[in-house]
């Protein structure tokens, strides 16, 4: 599997007077440099907000890398199965932050079968290399630019409804 650079995209959010946000994805031209993106962001911006009544509540410059090699996952890897965890966050003793997983390895939770198998195991690696991403120090933040706490977090599986089979 080789995830190779495809494009860059710009994803800007309107919101109208109820407060609903919708995001709308424009796909820059094949070639075109992330410098003169940056360079050209104001005015580009300026001429979507033109066109629209709503707030242009924010917008972001993405890059994206497409896998060159897809092969659908074995029967049975479902995105609506999925681990949940919750985690105490820093500085907001009284607060928590979740994150999920779809399509979460088995690796993840205590067993591969019973009630163990529902019960994240917090001590497995991949979870804890996993919530290290969003602690102080990390890659990533939660919601709100928090950090997650390691200690004293914990999770599930869960399974989300889908319509769609």
Known sequence: MAFVASNFQLVVSFVDNGGKTVDRTYNFVDGTVYAD??????????????????????????????????????????????????????????????????????????????PAA?????????????????VSGGIFTLSDGDNAILSGAFGKRRHTKNNNG
């Open 118 to 134: 529902n019960v994240v195991n917090m001590a497995a690696g991949i979870v804890t290399s996993f919530i290290g991403l969003f």
């Open 37 to 114: 993106i940056i360079t050209d962001i104001a005015t580009t911006v300026a001429t979507i907000a033109a066109t629209s009544d709503c707030l242009i509540s924010g917008y972001v410059v993405k890059s994206v890398f497409n896998n060159d090699t897809i092969t659908l996952p074995a029967a049975g890897v479902q995105n609506e199965n999925q681990a949940i965890i919750t985690t105490p966050l820093l500085g907001k003793p009284r607060d928590s932050g979740t994150l999920t997983v779809p399509g979460a390895k088995i690796g993840m939770f205590v067993g591969s079968t019973g």
